[in-house]
């Protein structure tokens, strides 16, 4: 079985007792762990111990909240170095990363699948139509009031900015999906949605900004993607687009889950792929 969750932020004690009480039924199983996991090092190799001990097989992608330099971590090393740092203590317990070579998982029905971890950031492409250029969005957000912390917490180094990061990513991605036989249909693991029109719904609608990089939008007719798992937007749910469904699950804050169980926070997508 391939059962996902993302944006488990175990610094509420609520969430943090969610996944201490996960089910040790899953051995054979594998987990896609879509970012967010934690703000610091501690509680993020926490939940990747305790994850990989209860499944098969565990895969993460980053979000931006591991992303960050906070004041609770005062000689956290910034951008690349900390991204190389998760995919260290990822491996130390054998979880796949952006990093590592595209695994292959077979369904109960026999048909494989190509799992892609992605990690493409953002670039402030997902902005309002009226505003052509990042810095125009950036100030729509700012008179809105809605400022994402990464602007305070995410450091780029050695990337002089977030879009110069996002690019580079972009391009690293997108030569590794060429490489790979396009035989077997994509499963595309990202932290943020990959189509603009997935964050419609978000409020304030400025912070879309911060969502996802409209350089992946061709992807879908170029690769043969089949199923999109992503996170971020703490709503919880799935749409399709152009025959292809984009999964949502976030386990989210406790204020976001709007009465979903937060020990019920798997989403399984088996039943997706049939």
Wanted: overall charge negative; some cysteine; aromatic content about 12%.
């Amino acid at each position: 079985m391939l059962v996902a969750v993302s944006d488990l932020h175990v610094s509420h004690p609520e969430n943090r007792r969610a996944v201490e009480a996960m089910c040790t039924q899953y051995h054979s199983d594998w987990l896609i762990l879509g970012g967010d996991v934690a703000d610091d090092l501690n509680d993020f190799e926490w939940v990747i111990r305790t994850v990989a001990a209860q499944f098969y097989r565990v895969i993460w992608v980053p979000g931006n909240h591991e992303l960050w330099c906070t004041p609770k971590e005062p000689m956290a090393l910034p951008g690349e170095m900390r991204y190389r740092q998760l995919i260290e203590i990822c491996h130390q317990y054998g979880v796949l990363t952006p990093e590592d070579d595209y695994p292959v998982y077979t369904a109960e029905n026999g048909q494989s699948f190509l799992l892609a971890p992605l990690f493409t950031l953002y670039d402030y492409s997902f902005r309002h139509p009226s505003d052509f250029t990042a810095q125009q969005g950036l100030e729509r957000a700012r008179r809105a009031g809605a400022v994402c912390s990464d602007e305070f917490f995410l450091k780029t180094y050695p990337y002089p900015d977030i879009r110069s990061w996002c690019s580079e990513r972009v391009q690293y991605t997108e030569a590794r999906l060429n490489a790979v036989s396009a035989q077997l249909p994509m499963i595309l693991i990202n932290h943020f949605p990959m189509l603009q029109t997935l964050t419609e719904s978000v409020q304030p609608q400025e912070f879309s900004i911060w969502c996802g990089t409209r350089q992946v939008e061709t992807w879908f007719s170029r690769f043969p993607v089949c199923l999109v798992v992503y996170g971020h937007l703490h709503r919880h749910g799935h749409s399709v687009l152009d025959g292809i469904p984009h999964v949502e699950v976030s386990l989210g804050y406790p204020k976001d889950r709007q009465g979903r169980d937060a020990y019920c926070m798997l989403t399984v997508l088996d039943t997706l792929l049939m």
